[in-house]
């Protein structure tokens, strides 16, 4: 599955530099890409797991390192899910799983334009407190785009 993200959010300027409070969408696929092993012949095989999801409220923290460079950490919850499939066991059900989600990440930005910000970061996240998904890690690249609209409401 490709991963997807969309957030829509406030920046609040300070002054050595913003607080940023999102709302975040996203579908994730590092989960889905780790290999479970089995220990020992007798213990049942693991689920599959795949379609990761997330939804969360975030907070940011930058701080400036200059007039356009800046580096940030924060941190999110919200609710997440995946579709888990027990291939080895037949008995166990299978289906869809929602829970509780979390995120800790940070990053580095360059602020192109006043309206057009480039992002390198790393999150760390899990979904739920079950032990057989662990939490993982992405690296996300992202293009901040703010106030996308403001020219549309000019007349």
Partial sequence: LPMGDAAIGVSIPRPAGAVRLELEGRQRNS?????????SELEAAPPTIDGEWTTMANIWRDVALGEHAAVYAGAGAGVGGYRETHVADAAAPSGRVTDLAWQVGGGATYAVTDRVTLDAGYRYYGVGTDRQVEPAGEVVFAVRIMDPFR???RR
């Fill in 31 to 39: 989960l889905s890409s780790q290999q479970v092993v089995r220990t």
């Fill in 151 to 153: 020219g549309w409401m």
